[in-house]
């Protein structure tokens, strides 16, 4: 028996990058064994987007359109999730160039019952390599490079598969992370879910898929948007999905949150003091700044954060429904 398979796609406002992307789903090959559908969910797009994608001709393999206007890149992957058929569900983005085996790569190990999801490897497309990159500038980018074989431990959006029989347990991304939202981390906190449920995730690495993200991705500003992104979605999961006490956002040497607060705020300002230079910078940034601004910001949204109810139980695999 074949066994159907869903390619789930969510994008807004990248037409131009849709196209390349859907001309390397169009290159695929696509294994006897599988049934294939692609299902691209266009979340309130103003450009041509709906356009490219009526367009789209694939052989044997029929392109389905949705229309989600509420903003969220975790909206669109739960109503891609919603709407597709395929007991294997592929996700990729809007701005990938997938190999040609990449279906029965990151099908094989769920068909084979070795694993119930999948982290495929992510690379930085050559173009935007630059000397000043260290790992964790390519790694902001998706990069997965320090990811381990044998224990992924989080699954990318740019490539990755799991079996539909995990949200029996698992059975959404969370709406308050993600782009759109808080800006990333959706993905970290379904493949925790998926490990605390006793899932097993494992990796293909060998059909890596190029990430093309916008040139503007490599400048100063944006890594510092990087920063305090994840500060914020790391925050959030500790909080809600953790429960971590208020101690862990407070150094140990200092009595309270706030005074923590001042201290890293005094650190940063310090350092940006000394290090002038590197603030003048067009693009990158400085390993240490960027975990100084992380540092800060878990405080920061620490603040916001511990006036609201928790949102799960401790490691809880159901978000609280609140009115």
Not at 67 to 83: F, I, K
Not at 201 to 217: L, M, S
Request: hydrophobic share 40%.
């Amino acid at each position: 028996m074949k066994t159907p398979v869903s390619i789930l796609i969510c994008t807004r406002n990248r037409a131009d990058q849709l196209r390349q992307t859907l001309a390397s789903v169009q290159a695929l090959s696509l294994p006897a064994s599988l049934v294939p559908e692609l299902i691209i969910v266009d979340n309130g797009s103003t450009d041509n987007t709906a356009e490219v994608v009526r367009t789209l001709k694939i052989a044997n393999m029929p392109v389905i359109l949705i229309d989600e206007p509420r903003p969220g890149l975790s909206v669109a992957r739960n109503r891609a999730l919603a709407a597709a058929h395929g007991h294997i569900l592929l996700f990729t983005d809007d701005d990938v160039r997938l190999p040609t085996d990449w279906i029965q790569g990151m099908c094989a190990p769920i068909l084979s019952g070795t694993a119930d999801a999948v982290a495929g490897k992510v690379v930085l497309a050559p173009h935007l390599h630059q000397r000043w990159m260290q790992p964790l500038h390519r790694i902001v980018l998706a990069s997965t490079e320090y990811m381990k074989a044998d224990a992924p431990g989080v699954l990318f959006g740019a490539s990755m598969a799991f079996s539909r029989d995990v949200l029996t347990r698992v059975p959404a991304f969370d709406p308050e992370l993600g782009a759109g939202a808080l800006g990333a981390g959706e993905e970290t906190l379904f493949s925790w879910q998926l490990l605390e449920a006793g899932y097993k995730i494992t990796t293909a690495f060998d059909v890596p898929v190029e990430h093309h993200p916008e040139p503007g991705r490599l400048s100063r500003a944006s890594y510092l948007r990087a920063a305090r992104t994840r500060a914020q979605c790391h925050t959030y999961i500790r909080y809600h999905w953790m429960h971590a006490p208020a101690a862990q956002w407070q150094h140990r040497l200092i009595p309270s949150v706030l005074l923590t607060l001042l201290v890293q705020t005094l650190r940063l300002w310090v350092w940006r003091g000394l290090h002038w230079r590197a603030c003048c910078k067009a693009e990158g940034i400085e390993e240490q700044e960027f975990k100084l601004v992380e540092r800060l910001q878990r405080i920061r949204h620490y603040l916001q954060e511990r006036h609201r109810p928790r949102h799960y139980e401790p490691y809880g695999l159901i978000k609280h429904e609140r009115g």
